[in-house]
């Protein structure tokens, strides 16, 4: 195996006036990805099983592993004549799906402790060490040395390696040389890490500011950097506990570290896996990469999948890796790590016209009934040249009437256009309107979901354009907002979750990842309860106008791909202008139609048309979903 060095700090006493804080490190600490490393815990072994209701905490000795560590061998870890307080990292709380599912579990590591005081004087019989120690844990022996050589002098105790192979431990177990020490701790595994990693996370060790900012970490602890890890990070981290050996003959005290509590999910491990592998069997298909994926209960907010791609496999963080690796994984340009659901500020093209036609009709600018003629294109005066002006096309040019519920399924721009910006007679709703309605429905807020890093959307006002770009406000820069284009951006969780508000009757949820916390021996501690964060700023009838309008799209518009489901729903399409040439294809729908349990918004990066692939991806979710016949998939490369 490769020998990385790595800081792997524990708090160890002599005689209460020395503290110890060896140094290895496996990234620079002065590094950039400093602050993302993976520790191994310092704990003295303990393994959490992860089965059944909840997962038992089996702790220290007694164990399986207790052929490997015994606590009597820590008796010889003590010096002469001295006291060492030994400060012990818990194992990690598990986290489960909403049906009892563990997603991660803890599992034994193994690390290589020096004890200085202990170790060979004579060159020689140093040496000979080394050469032992390099024979069995495979690391070279100018590593070796070179680690002795730092640190004995500095350090009353450090670690040789971290994270070996249990074949490895037993050996050097077995071989037992002076002043080394096999010790247990324990490292995540991430169930499914690939498919799962949008939501749980990684972990990584701690920081200077995270010390400065918390007193209960240790510069040997491991600390959430992501998703449910970082968000429940109190709760799951346990508490610490320590080992003190007596200079006389009394032995050893040992106080158990305590697991962290467990975490049960919204997420639904079967829907996770269906909307993943539905959106990577797209993605691989069309050779896109990027996409958004979000689906989630519109009666409560809770959700019960995410994924974004590309993605990562959190395991990675769970082990020693090279700092190359590290800048390729952060460094990418592709950024798997950056979660485009909560995170990601988009055009939302025409998954947007729900909002505002509905707007259109609180206001009164126009009846479910009113209509244009034709959905072809429109013209406006260019005041910086009368005799060129500008030109407003939909997306495809079609003849006759188009009330509300035609524009939506159809998906028509100047029925838009029209009402929203103003056209002819229409005086229309205006820049002031169209913005206040935009904030009222939270498009420019986050929403409060419980992981971290979500962003809000941006709404673009007269006021701001002016101050940013120096220049006023035009009508076509209304047009553009009422078809989801121009500034105006949001992510993918907010679209979701205002389509949810229509399906259930006008609430905008609070989304939740997690539903409750469990104390150790499966007591309930924490329920976390659905909260409403705003109510859509429309009448009963309106929303329910709508309702019926998506409905209609499904059945005779731009989602009549979706009529083929074993369940009825409702859907906007949206095609969204991105860099270059390229659009992002977007669909967002609820179901069943009637009472919907739930509400999926999918966005596909980079086409160079609009394909369908987001309506793919729904329909194989929604079908997957509603018959329990999940699409397979290969796991992605990394």
């Not at 195996?1 to 160890?12: A, G, L, N, P």
């Not at 244009?372 to 294109?377: A, E, F, N, V």
């Not at 659009?583 to 966005?603: G, Q």
Request: hydrophobic fraction near 35%; glycine fraction near 8%; charged fraction near 20%.
């Amino acid at each position: 195996m490769s020998f990385w060095h790595r800081t792997k700090e524990y708090s160890v006493s002599v005689n209460h006036d020395d503290w110890v804080t060896p140094e290895e490190t496996l990234v620079d600490a002065g590094s950039s990805f400093a602050n993302i490393e993976q520790p191994i815990s310092s704990s003295v072994f303990t393994v959490t099983g992860v089965l059944a209701v909840l997962c038992g905490l089996v702790i220290l000795g007694g164990t399986a592993w207790s052929a490997v560590i015994n606590y009597d061998e820590y008796a010889d870890l003590a010096f002469r004549n001295t006291t060492i307080q030994f400060s012990v990292a818990p194992p990690r709380g598990v986290i489960l799906d909403r049906g009892g599912k563990p997603l991660v579990k803890n599992v034994p590591s193994f690390d290589i402790l020096a004890v200085s005081r202990e170790l060979p004087r004579d060159s020689a019989v140093r040496e000979s060490l080394i050469q032992e120690l390099s024979d069995v844990l495979g690391i070279q022996v100018s590593d070796i040395h070179l680690s002795i050589e730092q640190n004995i002098q500095k350090s009353s105790v450090f670690f040789i390696a971290t994270d070996i192979e249990k074949d490895a431990a037993l050996a050097l177990k077995r071989l037992n040389p002076n002043g080394i020490y096999v010790i247990t701790s324990t490292k995540r595994q991430y169930l499914d890490g690939s498919q799962f990693s949008s939501i749980i996370g990684y972990t990584g060790r701690v920081g200077k500011a995270d010390l400065s900012r918390d007193q209960y970490y240790l510069p040997s602890d491991i600390i959430g950097r992501s998703g449910i890890e970082s968000a429940y990070e109190e709760y799951l981290r346990g508490s610490h506990g320590q080992i003190l050996f007596s200079r006389d003959d009394s032995g050893q005290d040992v106080q158990e570290p305590s697991q962290g509590d467990t975490v049960v999910l919204n997420i639904d491990g079967y829907a996770q896996k269906s909307l993943y592998n539905a959106m990577f069997n797209v993605l691989r298909e069309s050779g896109l990469g990027s996409a958004a994926g979000v689906v989630q209960d519109p009666r409560t907010g809770a959700v019960l999948a995410m994924a974004s791609f590309p993605g990562f496999d959190n395991n990675i963080f769970s082990s020693a890796v090279s700092e190359a690796q590290f800048k390729k994984l952060f460094e990418s340009r592709s950024r798997p790590l950056f979660n485009r659901v909560i995170s990601g500020n988009y055009n939302p093209g025409s998954t947007i016209k729900p909002f505002i036609g509905m707007t259109v009709l609180q206001e009164k600018i126009a009846t479910p009934s009113d209509a244009i003629q034709d959905c072809i294109s429109i013209s406006i005066p260019n005041p910086a040249n009368p005799e060129d002006p500008y030109v407003f096309r939909n997306w495809r040019a079609e003849t006759g009437l188009f009330n509300l519920r035609k524009a939506i399924a159809n998906s028509c721009n100047i029925y838009f256009f029209t009402f929203a910006g103003g056209y002819g007679q229409v005086k229309g709703l205006g820049a002031e309107k169209l913005t206040r309605y935009l904030q009222k429905g939270l498009a420019g807020q986050i929403l409060g979901i419980d992981l971290p890093g979500e962003e809000s959307g941006f709404i673009p006002t007269p006021d701001w354009k002016l101050e940013t770009k120096h220049e006023p406000w035009y009508q076509g820069d209304t047009y553009n907002i009422s078809i989801g284009q121009g500034d105006l951006s949001v992510t993918p969780l907010w679209i979701n979750s205002y389509i949810g508000a229509i399906a259930n009757g006008g609430t905008i949820w609070s989304p939740r990842v997690a539903q409750r916390i469990l104390n150790p021996d499966g007591s309930i501690k924490n329920t976390i309860e659905s909260e409403s964060a705003r109510r859509l700023p429309f009448d009963a009838s309106v929303i329910s106008e709508m309702r019926r309008d998506m409905r209609e799209t499904v059945l005779a518009g731009t989602a009549k791909i979706l009529a083929n489901l074993p369940v009825t729903s409702a859907a906007k399409s949206g095609t969204a202008e991105a860099s270059g040439q390229t659009v992002n294809s977007l669909l967002t729908a609820f179901a069943p139609y009637e009472n919907a349990e739930v509400a999926i918004t999918v966005l596909v990066e980079g086409s160079v048309s609009n394909q369908g692939y987001a309506s793919r991806i729904v329909y194989q979710f929604l079908n997957d979903y509603f018959t329990k016949t999940p699409a397979q998939s290969p796991q992605p490369a990394q």
